[in-house]
């Protein structure tokens, strides 16, 4: 008996929450928001080529795009000095370590490099540093962030599940 009322109890929630319009949107497909960076580089085997970009923002989640054989750093325009160098650096974004292909940048210079030090072909590449706005959605939400409801579904729901509780209660009284 107590499981036919949790499934009383339940429906009514599961058919609230899948029909009624929430605060999730449906996005389509990406498009540009704001392209930083897009060049194509040529690199002669064992060597690298550099060019500089500027981030006007703070920018979070920038996509980095490559080939799938190219090295790409991404470098700070203090870093890029000890790269050249060949001092110890840091980088912002390193193509070898982060197969993700995105980097968060504060406002300031940056450096993008494609590495070609270690091999024995040359690479020809078009690399891009963009901010993506997908169409109808503003900027993309977090990879780990929920669908958020709004205040009227999560009223109907609870309404709907009072309702079940108390028909619940009738039906067991009988």
Sequence with gaps: MKGVMWGLLAIPLLIALV????????????EPGHTYFEQNM?????????KQFNVDKNEGNLHVGFGEHTKVFILSDAQMTNFQSGKNFTVEYNSSTDPYRYVNLT????????????????????????????????????????????????????????????????????
């Design 19 to 30: 029909t009624l319009p929430g605060g999730a949107q449906a996005c389509a497909g990406g």
């Design 42 to 50: 040529n690199v002669t085997a064992g060597n690298y080529t550099a």
């Design 107 to 174: 406002k300031g210079k940056y450096w993008t490099v494609v590495d070609n030090r270690a091999s024995t072909v040359p690479v020809n590449d078009k690399v891009t540093v963009e901010r993506y706005a997908l169409k109808g959605c503003g900027d993309p939400a977090p990879i780990s962030s929920l669908p958020e409801f709004q205040g009227t579904q999560v009223i109907v729901a609870l309404v709907l599940v009072a309702g079940a509780v108390v028909l619940a209660r009738k039906t067991r009284t009988k």
